[in-house]
C-alpha cells in the first residue's frame, strides 16, 4: 500500500516540475515575441531609432533568458534565435521594410520552434 502511495506522490512530483517547466518556457518565450511585435510596430510606424533600441534590448533580454531556457530546450535553436534577435536592430531603416518584415517572421518562427522543441521531449 505505502509502495502505491509513495509512486503516486513521485508522479505528482514530476507532473508539476513538468508543468511549471512548460510554463517557464512558455513565459520566456510570450516575453520575447511580445517584446518583438512591439519592436517590429515602432518600424513600421517609422520610428526607426526606437525600433533598433527595441530591437536590441529584445536581443539582450532574451540573451538573459536563455540561461534558463537552456535547460529545457536545445542549445543550437537558443544559438539560432540569439543570432536572428541580434541581427534585427541593424535592419530597422527605412529603405529595408521588407528585409525587416522577412527576419523579423523568421525570428517569430524560431520561436515556435523553440516552444515546439520543449513540448516534443514529452
Do not use: W
Request: aromatic residues 10%; contains cysteine; charged residues 20%.
Amino acid at each position: 500500500m505505502k509502495r502505491n502511495l509513495y509512486a503516486v506522490l513521485l508522479l505528482s512530483v514530476l507532473l508539476a516540475v513538468v508543468y511549471g517547466s512548460g510554463r517557464a518556457v512558455s513565459g520566456c518565450i510570450g516575453q520575447t515575441e511580445q517584446e518583438l511585435y512591439v519592436a517590429y510596430r515602432l518600424a513600421m510606424d517609422g520610428q526607426y531609432p526606437d525600433a533598433a533600441e527595441a530591437y536590441r534590448t529584445t536581443a539582450e533580454n532574451n540573451r538573459r533568458r536563455s540561461l534558463v531556457l537552456c535547460l529545457f530546450v536545445r542549445r543550437s535553436l537558443l544559438d539560432k534565435i540569439n543570432e536572428t534577435l541580434a541581427t534585427l536592430e541593424h535592419y530597422a531603416l527605412p529603405d529595408n521594410p521588407a528585409d525587416l518584415a522577412v527576419e523579423t517572421a523568421r525570428a517569430f518562427a524560431q520561436l515556435e520552434q523553440l516552444e515546439e522543441s520543449f513540448i516534443a521531449v514529452f
